[in-house]
């Protein structure tokens, strides 16, 4: 092969898509299956923890191509990136809750109740990322990736048991990250061997398995999740290494590049439109000018997919009987209210839920036990650490 041709042949295998192996699919077990994971003490800029936040605002229109069908819409919420500053594409959306709590203090239950729905489906929805290593998978995987350091993608239920049984443990408190707190100039030290024993206890920390149950029609991770803390799970050689040739995870490079403040406007007038669709008549229609700013929509293949994301069909079929503008109460509040809004609640914010693949894996309770005092590394670390450096 010529060097031009394998030069071409090289440039055109750098341009095929890359799937993205490093993501581990949790909900890939099944009812009653867990899976035990390493986390690894990231030090996120924007959350400050060992997680970043993606958070996304679901919003849909008419389709212009068949007005028998919705095209959906994924914005990226501005807090995400400014925890901060109020997103003001959520403008409208807090506008509909201070609405709701109107209509309620007002009697009109079932209006409120309506609007609520449509306001949560417009509210936040977040991915919570994390990284670690895979210390037992509940399930097979069709192909593993040559980097054993792994991404995990949560939604909100797990990511708020982790954070609990982390900062509001009533008992037996964590005095330290459970995720060890090794920086990776540590794990450079350990490599050229020049870390000391205090070095090496950073290097302690606990397992968190992840188990996944079942309420309802929908999966549930919060009972049988929890931390690992009747033994220490200390970085072996071989996650030291990986730690070394690879690095962490930059999981910042999970978000969607922020838009500007133009784009922002743009995508405050999109929710406008997406919430008059469902509060007005309007039809609500997805308008070709917004994709001269870069905004392309989704349209779901299948029939089943056309409905609205969260159950808007199924609120439209609740609508009050008093019409598409939800009744007479409803329209002396658009005439006496301005568009200031209160902070929506929290249980506004709904979970993501995934359907999930099989295992009879470890819980928790069947952890062999062990002392809770750390567990000191062998030399054995040493040794083959600095077999594999001076390799």
Same mark, same amino acid.
């Given at each position: 092969?010529?060097?031009?041709?394998?030069?071409?042949?090289?440039?055109?295998?750098?341009?095929?898509?890359?799937?993205?192996?490093?993501?581990?699919?949790?909900?890939?077990?099944?009812?009653?299956?867990?899976?035990?994971?390493?986390?690894?003490?990231?030090?996120?800029?924007?959350?400050?923890?060992?997680?970043?936040?993606?958070?996304?605002?679901?919003?849909?229109?008419?389709?212009?191509?068949?007005?028998?069908?919705?095209?959906?819409?994924?914005?990226?919420?501005?807090?995400?990136?400014?925890?901060?500053?109020?997103?003001?594409?959520?403008?409208?959306?807090?506008?509909?809750?201070?609405?709701?709590?109107?209509?309620?203090?007002?009697?009109?239950?079932?209006?409120?109740?309506?609007?609520?729905?449509?306001?949560?489906?417009?509210?936040?929805?977040?991915?919570?990322?994390?990284?670690?290593?895979?210390?037992?998978?509940?399930?097979?995987?069709?192909?593993?990736?040559?980097?054993?350091?792994?991404?995990?993608?949560?939604?909100?239920?797990?990511?708020?048991?982790?954070?609990?049984?982390?900062?509001?443990?009533?008992?037996?408190?964590?005095?330290?990250?459970?995720?060890?707190?090794?920086?990776?100039?540590?794990?450079?030290?350990?490599?050229?061997?020049?870390?000391?024993?205090?070095?090496?206890?950073?290097?302690?920390?606990?397992?968190?398995?992840?188990?996944?149950?079942?309420?309802?029609?929908?999966?549930?991770?919060?009972?049988?999740?929890?931390?690992?803390?009747?033994?220490?799970?200390?970085?072996?050689?071989?996650?030291?290494?990986?730690?070394?040739?690879?690095?962490?995870?930059?999981?910042?490079?999970?978000?969607?590049?922020?838009?500007?403040?133009?784009?922002?406007?743009?995508?405050?007038?999109?929710?406008?439109?997406?919430?008059?669709?469902?509060?007005?008549?309007?039809?609500? &229609?997805?308008?070709?000018?917004?994709?001269?700013?870069?905004?392309?929509?989704?349209?779901?293949?299948?029939?089943?997919?056309?409905?609205?994301?969260?159950?808007?069909?199924?609120?439209?079929?609740?609508?009050?009987?008093?019409?598409?503008?939800?009744?007479?109460?409803?329209?002396?509040?658009?005439?006496?209210?301005?568009?200031?809004?209160?902070?929506?609640?929290?249980?506004?914010?709904?979970?993501?839920?995934?359907?999930?693949?099989?295992?009879?894996?470890?819980?928790?309770?069947?952890?062999?036990?062990?002392?809770?005092?750390?567990?000191?590394?062998?030399?054995?670390?040493?040794?083959? &650490?600095?077999?594999?450096?001076?390799?």
């Amino acid at each position: 092969m010529t060097t031009m041709l394998e030069k071409m042949a090289k440039r055109l295998e750098d341009r095929k898509p890359q799937r993205d192996n490093s993501i581990y699919a949790v909900w890939g077990l099944k009812t009653g299956g867990s899976t035990v994971i390493r986390f690894l003490p990231y030090n996120d800029p924007i959350t400050g923890a060992f997680w970043a936040e993606r958070v996304l605002l679901n919003m849909t229109f008419g389709d212009p191509l068949d007005d028998s069908k919705v095209v959906t819409f994924k914005a990226p919420c501005r807090e995400m990136y400014v925890p901060e500053e109020k997103c003001p594409i959520l403008g409208p959306v807090r506008a509909l809750y201070d609405q709701e709590k109107e209509l309620r203090n007002a009697g009109a239950t079932k209006d409120a109740d309506y609007l609520k729905k449509i306001a949560g489906v417009h509210w936040k929805k977040p991915t919570y990322y994390y990284q670690g290593f895979i210390v037992k998978s509940g399930f097979v995987e069709d192909a593993l990736p040559e980097n054993p350091i792994r991404v995990f993608p949560l939604n909100k239920e797990l990511h708020q048991t982790i954070y609990a049984s982390i900062f509001e443990r009533e008992e037996d408190p964590f005095l330290s990250l459970p995720t060890g707190e090794f920086t990776m100039d540590d794990i450079a030290a350990i490599m050229d061997d020049t870390a000391d024993d205090s070095v090496l206890e950073k290097l302690d920390g606990f397992n968190f398995i992840v188990k996944k149950g079942k309420r309802g029609d929908y999966a549930e991770y919060i009972k049988g999740s929890s931390w690992a803390t009747n033994n220490v799970a200390t970085l072996d050689e071989e996650q030291v290494i990986a730690l070394h040739t690879h690095g962490m995870h930059d999981l910042q490079k999970r978000l969607p590049d922020r838009p500007s403040d133009e784009a922002y406007e743009v995508l405050t007038e999109m929710m406008e439109v997406s919430i008059k669709r469902m509060t007005d008549d309007d039809n609500g &229609v997805w308008r070709k000018e917004w994709e001269d700013h870069g905004f392309k929509p989704f349209r779901p293949k299948d029939k089943k997919a056309t409905t609205d994301s969260g159950g808007t069909e199924a609120a439209a079929a609740d609508k009050p009987a008093g019409g598409a503008s939800a009744g007479n109460s409803m329209s002396k509040l658009r005439k006496a209210r301005g568009a200031q809004a209160a902070e929506a609640p929290a249980e506004a914010a709904s979970e993501e839920v995934v359907e999930v693949v099989e295992a009879d894996e470890p819980t928790a309770e069947a952890e062999e036990k062990a002392p809770k005092a750390a567990s000191p590394l062998s030399e054995r670390i040493r040794k083959r &650490v600095a077999t594999s450096a001076s390799a």
